[in-house]
């Protein structure tokens, strides 16, 4: 169940009761992929860093260790020790990246291991079995997340096909759900909306996912090339079209601004993989602007990443040490820019969530953006 508890124009304040606990929105959803994330980050770190939901791969975990290991070890949640909510998407995207591997029919998808190369099918009723057996929270719809430009003669007919597909999702969810021996009976299902940048279709779309009274609604296909104001008009124009008693999810997005902006029109669930990515290679987010330790000027920066952060890395250790780390390869190095990356969007979204409460959320968002485009002195 949602329930939108604020609003500041139209960025909502909510709250999202699932089985394995309240998710309060705006959230962004760290990234692990292969049911852990990457820069060697254990679920007892995300408790620290206030993570309130975790998000998995169905494409990869369905690879290895097999969706059936993980239902026969107890589902995803036991198996990496984590109470809390996760969302697993539907393997599309990444089916659909697989351009030269893959051939779309109506029944699904046929495609190539990446790993392998052995020979795979997975359609709407393969890709609900798969969440089903992972157990997560909330599973997403298959879909098909067409390439970025796509023309109108493409978009419509993959548009409707993902609609037929979603319609086949949620049969086959109520039916796992209905199971005997499903681990999680009460899994959650998301649609996805898709048409690209053709506002016309994704108003349509729209309208029709709807009015299957979904547990929740989904941006697909943003932030796939187009340019972000682009993406910003599409999250406009269709948002409101969505059921606003529902979570909307903008997937796959992203920078800290395009999170500003995006909970602005209405979005209130996110995830990327931007932060967790970024801080492998050494590039931290702060309020001033991103930094990247691998510059000689840090060589002798006694300061935390950022002063004031109650992040693990910035609580013990200065620049200068985490730049040693990261010049000498050690993965520690790695692991406390992912901590601190993860702590920062995990607290920018407190702000928000305070600031749309509080109905200050268009100076909040002026202030905070003003504030990345700084750079510091030194």
């Given at each position: ?95 659909f990246s697989l351009t ?141 079209y969505l059921p606003q ?134």
């Amino acid at each position: 169940m949602y329930k939108v508890l604020a609003t500041d124009g139209r960025a909502k304040r909510g709250e999202l009761t699932t089985v394995h606990g309240k998710i309060q929105t705006p959230v962004f959803m760290n990234v692990g992929t292969a049911a852990a994330i990457k820069g060697a980050v254990a679920t007892t770190d995300l408790q620290q860093i206030k993570t309130q939901v975790e998000l998995s791969n169905t494409y990869h975990l369905h690879l290895r260790p097999g969706d059936k290991v993980v239902k026969q070890l107890g589902g995803l949640h036991k198996f990496m020790n984590w109470d809390k909510p996760i969302l697993t998407d539907s393997g599309g995207f990444q089916v659909f990246s697989l351009t030269s591997l893959r051939k779309i029919k109506e029944e699904g998808v046929y495609f190539n291991s990446h790993i392998d190369g052995h020979k795979i099918f997975m359609g709407p009723e393969e890709s609900m079995q798969i969440q089903s057996n992972l157990a997560s929270t909330i599973a997403m719809a298959f879909d098909e997340c067409a390439p970025y430009p796509s023309d109108r003669e493409y978009m419509i007919p993959s548009v409707d096909r993902t609609t037929r597909w979603l319609y086949r999702c949620k049969a086959e969810m109520e039916r796992l759900n209905s199971l005997e021996d499903t681990i999680n009976p009460k899994q959650m299902l998301f649609g996805i909306n898709q048409g690209g940048t053709y506002k016309d279709i994704r108003i349509n779309h729209a309208k029709t996912i709807s009015e299957l009274d979904l547990d929740g609604y989904a941006l697909g296909g943003l932030a796939v090339g187009e340019p972000h104001e682009e993406m910003y008009h599409i999250i406009e124009e269709t948002v409101p079209y969505l059921p606003q008693n529902k979570p909307t999810y903008l997937m796959g997005v992203g920078t800290p601004a395009n999170i500003l902006e995006a909970v602005d029109r209405g979005v209130d669930f996110f995830d990327c993989v931007y932060p967790s990515r970024n801080g492998r290679h050494g590039h931290v987010y702060t309020n001033h602007g991103k930094l990247n330790l691998f510059n000689a000027k840090f060589e002798l920066d006694a300061r935390p990443i950022e002063e004031g952060c109650g992040c693990p890395a910035c609580q013990n250790y200065s620049r200068a040490y985490i730049r040693h780390l990261l010049k000498a390869k050690e993965m520690l190095g790695m692991r406390l820019c992912v901590l601190h990356n993860l702590y920062f969007y995990n607290t920018m979204m407190e702000e928000i969530r305070a600031a749309i409460e509080e109905h200050r959320y268009a100076a909040y968002k002026k202030s905070k953006l003003e504030g990345f485009e700084m750079k510091e002195e030194n």
